[in-house]
């Protein structure tokens, strides 16, 4: 039976929508969903450690978020416009992929200017190409090393908090939108779940002899692409650069030789699992790009557990972890979130799969 988009709907109410992170992490509400019974629980993100045991293995992605989002001022008219960078093309010549807001008022030839917040001139980029009704190609013209470049995309670039989040950015979202094992930076959005894993709680999972091991899945705008075929077959996941390396290999594939648990922290780290898999439905090394788009029905070869957070209606990563959990359990599970006033998205609540 095929899925469709119409299955993956619900109405939120905007106030459950979480505008701030917990004040800490690992005090997030966790919903511990339980498949063989159906059985719901209401626990902690803390509690976590409760459900792990020695020799289980929690999979993190480390991927790290760079400052994304820009404004700028278009050429002659001075309009502001934001400039959301996605993926650098080629770094001799600077020339980057972006996300232009509005699109209408920016062509090709035309000149953007960035300001720091003195009002002094620090950048200016070239449009070179269209790509997509907002996609634009554009150089940044910049006679210095990388090293300086860099410096000044920092000074100008803001977390890229999502829209949905509707204040503005805070200091304290340099942090709190970044996991504490963020490292290798090329995201343009945060691997959401793993936010409400706190220092303490990683070290508390060591101790217990839970191993812990990371891959890199780097998240693109593509994973909260607005789907727009009912058919799901037919949908297709923009490709994100990933990487799995032999050690994480090896501690997973033992895990499964085993019968340990493998947690997945997040979809992401769930896609970057099952996009390289073995024939004997083991787990392999490997780099490279992935556009696994996951829906209903699907069989999970590598992580038997799913930490995710609670996501939009008609998003990948709602079918995703419908795809996992099972529909009707799912469905049952966001219906109760909402009546128990769970928090919402990036910086909201968190659910656990076993």
Known sequence: MRSKLSQFS???????????????????????????????????????????NEDDVVVLNNTKVFPARMYGRKEKTGAKIEVFLLRELNKSVRLWDVLVDPARKIRVGNKLY???KNGKEILVAEVV????????????????????FQAILKTLGQMPLPKYITRNN????????????????????????????????YKMLQI?????????????????????????????????????DESTAEIVNKAKKANKNVLAV???????????????????PAEGWSNLFIFPPYDFRIANRLVTNFHLPKSSLLILASAFAGHEILQDAYELAIKEKYRFYSYGDAMLIL
Do not use: C, W
């Open 10 to 52: 619900y109405n939120l109410p905007k106030n459950l929508i979480a505008q701030y992170p917990a004040p800490d992490r690992a005090d997030s509400r966790l919903m511990v969903i339980h498949r063989d019974t159906g059985k719901i629980e209401h626990k902690v993100f803390k509690d976590l450690l409760e459900y792990m």
């Open 266 to 284: 997040g979809t992401t780290s769930m896609r970057a699992l099952e996009s390289s898999v073995t024939a004997s439905q083991m787990l392999k």
């Open 114 to 116: 960035f300001f720091d």
């Open 170 to 201: 805070e200091a304290s979202d340099e942090d709190r939108y970044q996991t504490i094992y963020a490292k290798e930076i090329g995201a343009v959005a945060a691997p959401t779940a793993g936010l409400h894993m706190s220092r303490e709680l």
């Open 208 to 244: 217990k002899g839970v191993e812990l091991t990371e891959i890199t899945l780097h998240v693109g705008l593509g994973t909260f692409r607005t789907i727009d075929v009912e058919d799901l077959s037919k949908h297709k996941m923009e490709a994100e650069y990933y990487r799995i």
């Open 129 to 148: 190409d269209n790509t997509t009704s907002r996609g634009r190609t554009i150089r940044f013209l910049h006679d210095g090393d990388d090293a300086s």
